[in-house]
């Protein structure tokens, strides 16, 4: 991308890119002050104008509900004392018409009358009772009929509902039959009488139950024929809407109070209206979000009958509680900003461009700086440093023809020239220190072998010789074993010096690891350990060296046997990822420590106490002869994971 986007600037001499990044860098700061400075100017008088007309807005949205408040809490509280007074006085009556039926139980238990006369008795004094202006006093029995009523006698109520849909008679009758003896029972529900009241209005009903006649007397009357004087309260409120409708917030702002379904309840000019589905000029639906939220601030554009176009409106709402109210002040935005847009305007029309020209100039500017100058230099450096590290192979960046990229383009060279030395001499010594081994192996097997080989046998010959309980054929079985390590070490030293090349052939490496964990698995080493096998179906088979690889991956199973201790799991994976096959040995043994990882290669480094470090160093010789890479991963206390790649396909040279 960068040469694309920056060709040009790259491709510039150093003094020609430093003349065109520091040139903007002393202009551009004359014309950043002069946009700055007008920019705070109009910003600090919108947000100083902008916070007093909040501020106003807050101010007497809370004052509108403070006055809704005090004239709610003065007849309120009026009225839940007097409701109080109304509940003592039902109950009181309730209480005297109980004991009026009791006066003629008692009689009828004397014998003085029975017990119909005793009940019509009762009856006719219970009706002669008025409670306020429509009130009196009823009783009926637990299963709703009515023993005494002004109009409804001898009726059955029991199912009757009240203006909300309750059955406020079952609610009766049984609370009445569940009451204490002697309490004095009470309810309030919506009743509208269909011959008098328009609208439901609040009855209360004391009751008290009367359990030898079944009867529940009851002393009833409407909440609002007690209170005294309720037009007053009307007529207050009245005047407390008038003053609120008369205040004006700017120019054309209001104060206005609607329900939670959108009833305008105090308005200018649209009082008990609903407008919960209104909309604004941009089609949202900002009433029913007042509604939903209750309390906050809210902006709509506006359009009213006869103006040209929308304007931005402001409103502070509130939650009047007692009443379930939205209360709002409103204003348009642009009647308290006209001031700041004045000075918007002068400062916009002669700065905007320039501001705009003039961030975009520096903006480009100083990424061309930071791109130009700093990229290539960063980037040498970086390069420098990982070849200070031994990163021989690192290369740097060529994307310009200027000094600097003439600069890489050379040191690119001289790094390749080393690099190449490099290998060249390492592959020499390496080809002189195998040459060297070889011949030292060969002299050297051939010296110790023969020796070994009488050893072993004289070793073998008096094993036999003598029985296990003689004292003497421990030592013999030592020197039968320790021979044939001495052999071993010379046999491993004599595989690593002089491996021959692998004999490719077909190879189904499933079949192959197969016999190999069949084998291991009899191994003393592995007594306890758990082999699991997940071998890939779908893996073709590969050219390699059946032979080769066996060995391989026996000095891998028994070397993550060793790690284990007779205890844990070996998990034999193969997988195929593009155009390899992968073999995974994983060990839930010791495993190695940090320190070792990187030297875990190199022959004749080894861990073990009997180990002769060729193994290893082996194993990897003969995968890279399969053109194969082979990765250990390991974490001390956990495991080790052994990874070989080997090629699918062997391109012929």
């Not at 030898?212 to 309260?233: M, N, V």
């Not at 642009?334 to 916009?348: A, M, V, W």
């Not at 290893?616 to 010789?621: S, V």
């Amino acid at each position: 991308m960068n040469r694309y986007l920056f060709r040009f600037v790259n491709n510039l001499k150093i003094r020609w890119k430093m003349l065109v990044v520091v040139l903007p860098l002393v202009l551009v700061p004359l014309f950043v002050v002069g946009t700055v400075v007008g920019w705070i100017a109009y910003r600090q008088a919108q947000l100083g104008i902008t916070k007093a007309s909040m501020d106003d807005l807050d101010h007497l949205a809370h004052f509108t509900v403070d006055l809704l408040d005090a004239h709610h809490r003065q007849f309120q509280v009026y009225q839940e004392d007097k409701k109080q007074t109304i509940h003592k006085e039902l109950a009181t009556l309730a209480n005297l018409a109980y004991g009026l039926v009791e006066t003629q139980y008692r009689q009828q238990q004397n014998g003085q009358i029975g017990q119909a006369a005793a009940q019509e008795s009762a009856r006719r004094a219970l009706k002669r009772v008025q409670v306020g202006e429509t009130g009196y006093i009823y009783a009926m029995t637990t299963r709703g009929d009515l023993a005494v009523h002004i109009a409804r006698e001898g009726e059955n109520v029991f199912n009757e509902r009240d203006e909300d849909g309750h059955f406020f008679i079952r609610a009766m009758c049984q609370a009445a039959k569940m009451a204490a003896p002697g309490q004095v029972l009470t309810i309030v529900y919506p009743w509208r009488n269909p011959e008098l009241d328009v609208e439901a209005r609040q009855k209360m009903v004391a009751y008290r139950y009367f359990a030898p006649w079944d009867w529940i007397i009851a002393a009833g009357s409407y909440l609002d024929e007690s209170y005294e004087d309720p037009a007053a309260e009307r007529k207050a409120f009245a005047a407390l809407k008038e003053r609120l409708k008369a205040k004006k917030v700017g120019q054309t702002g209001y104060i206005y109070a609607m329900d939670r379904k959108g009833t305008l309840t105090i308005h200018p000019e649209a009082e008990g209206q609903n407008i919960y589905d209104s909309r604004d000029s941009d089609g949202t639906p900002f009433i029913q979000q007042m509604c939903k939220q209750r309390e906050g601030w809210i902006r709509y554009p506006w359009q009213n009958p006869g103006e040209a176009e929308a304007r931005r409106k402001i409103v502070r709402y509130l939650h009047f509680k007692p009443w379930d109210w939205i209360v709002a002040v409103g204003s348009y935005e642009d009647e308290f900003y006209r001031e700041t847009n004045l000075i918007k305007g002068r400062i916009l029309n002669s700065l905007g461009w320039i501001s705009l020209v003039v961030g975009l100039v520096s903006t480009v500017l100083v990424f061309l700086a930071a791109k130009v100058l700093s990229d290539p230099i960063k980037q040498m450096i970086e390069t420098i440093r990982a070849i200070k590290r031994g990163q021989t192979d690192r290369q740097m960046q060529v994307n310009s023809r200027d000094e600097l990229g003439e600069l890489a383009a050379a040191f690119n060279r001289m790094t390749s020239l080393l690099q190449r030395n490099r290998e060249l001499e390492a592959n020499l010594a390496q080809q002189g220190k195998m040459a060297s081994l070889g011949v030292l192996s060969s002299g050297v097997a051939h010296e110790i072998n023969n020796p070994l080989g009488v050893i072993l046998g004289y070793a073998a010959y008096l094993e036999k010789k003598l029985p296990e309980d003689d004292p003497n054929f421990r030592y013999i079985h030592e020197i039968k074993r320790e021979s044939k390590r001495c052999k071993k070490i010379v046999q491993d030293l004599l595989s690593y010096a002089r491996t021959p090349q692998p004999e490719l052939a077909s190879t189904d490496l499933n079949h192959l690891l197969d016999q190999i964990v069949e084998f291991a698995a009899n191994h003393t080493d592995l007594a306890g350990v758990k082999i699991v096998r997940e071998f890939a179906s779908e893996l073709p088979p590969i050219p390699a060296d059946g032979d080769q690889l066996r060995q391989v991956a026996i000095n891998l199973i028994l070397n993550a046997g060793a790690a284990m201790n007779g205890k844990g799991v070996l998990t034999v994976r193969t997988a195929r990822e593009e155009d390899c096959a992968v073999v995974t040995f994983a060990d839930t043994g010791c495993g190695i420590a940090e320190e070792d990882q990187a030297r875990i290669f190199e022959p004749f480094f080894t861990t073990k106490e009997r180990g002769t470090g060729l193994g290893l160093a082996i194993t990897k010789q003969l995968i890279e002869l399969h053109h194969g890479t082979i990765r250990i991963a390991s974490n001390p206390g956990e495991g080790t994971t052994v990874t070989i790649r080997l090629p699918l396909f062997r391109e012929e040279l």
